[in-house]
């Protein structure tokens, strides 16, 4: 499977952005997919995932502020991000949890305060 973040940009504290992951293959046969995130000079990190029911979970820093869901139909995984705060900085990617080798291309994300 590769996997291809986008939705990435520059937002102010308090705004919006949606992140789109697009897997080449099916993600039917994938039963947890995640978000992780890459700070600037930070170990990435998952901060949302989704099983294959829509079951979800989240790192304590995100919680109540992004929605991960996804669409199997579509081979798409999606990260709704809202109340973004400068500490959101980071490049985001989607992958399997666990992550396979192959990160793909990330998208960055900018929060300026």
């Known amino acids: 499977v590769q996997l291809q973040a986008s939705g990435g940009g520059l937002v102010q504290a308090g705004g919006s952005l949606r992140l789109s992951c697009a897997a080449s293959?099916?993600?039917?046969?994938?039963?947890?997919m995640g978000w992780y995130r890459q700070a600037p000079g930070k170990q990435r990190e998952l901060v949302a995932g989704?099983?294959?029911?829509?079951?979800?979970n989240y790192a304590d820093s995100v919680k109540g502020r992004f929605t991960i869901s996804r669409d199997n139909a579509k081979n798409m995984v999606y990260l709704q991000m809202n109340s973004l705060k400068p500490e959101d900085t980071g490049v985001y990617y989607c992958?399997?949890?666990?992550?396979?080798?192959?990160w793909g291309q990330g998208t960055l994300v900018t929060v300026s305060s």
């Open positions: 992958n399997k949890v666990p992550p396979i080798p192959n």
């Open positions: 293959g099916s993600t039917y046969s994938i039963n947890l």
């Open positions: 989704i099983g294959i029911r829509g079951n979800t």
